[in-house]
């Protein structure tokens, strides 16, 4: 996918965003790990929301449950300059690239973040249902044929409509991961390059 070609300089590359998007399992922890080899800054709406509502040891779930009181407390566009401080507050002062946030799954959260920061990119990364579950059981390292069955049938590996609806409002920029973390290497890898000649045209 393309994106128009933008003008860039010294003053604004720092303050530019690019929004990486993904169902559950799609890779995204990976994808970020990656940018951080590379030296670029990455930060997670999962890590924010554990952050704000100290919530570290707390299941998945129990997070998700207090982000919906959470923003229904405060407003979408509250929480969202919340995020925005946030991530700002904990950037180094020397740092000169694009940000990137990881984990954003709502296309109104989306549409707020862009009119308070310049978003370049907004990628999706996509992987099949299969090395989904993969990922997920490795996460949570279930061995249990039950407990995979129940993993399958919950609703964190079916579609969700939401996310289908931020992903073709704001995609501009498609990774598929096939779950051979060479392939997303290289993935990232070409992303960056395009990056960077964007930056020096």
Request: a positive charge; aromatic letters at 10%; charged letters at 30%.
């Amino acid at each position: 996918m393309n994106i128009e070609k933008i003008m860039w300089s010294d003053t604004v590359t720092k303050n530019l965003w690019i929004i990486v998007m993904g169902h559950p399992g799609s890779g995204k922890t990976t994808f970020s790990e990656i940018l951080h080899e590379r030296g670029f800054i990455s930060f997670e709406y999962s890590a924010y929301f554990r952050h704000i509502l100290n919530l570290q040891n707390e299941q998945r779930y129990e997070i998700l449950k207090k982000v919906r009181e959470y923003k229904q407390s405060i407003g979408r566009v509250s929480y969202t300059l919340d995020l925005i401080l946030w991530v700002e507050k904990n950037i180094p002062d020397a740092y000169d690239k694009p940000i990137f946030l990881i984990g954003a799954r709502d296309s109104e959260d989306i549409k707020i973040l862009k009119s308070f920061k310049p978003v370049i990119f907004c990628i999706y990364l996509c992987s099949s249902k299969e090395n989904r579950m993969r990922r997920i059981i490795q996460r949570n390292k279930v061995i249990d044929k039950k407990v995979i069955n129940e993993i399958e049938t919950k609703n964190n590996i079916k579609i969700n409509p939401e996310i289908i609806t931020c992903i073709k409002e704001h995609t501009n920029y498609l990774i598929e991961n096939n779950g051979e973390i060479k392939d997303l290497i290289n993935h990232v890898d070409n992303f960056l390059n395009h990056l960077e000649k964007l930056c020096q045209d």
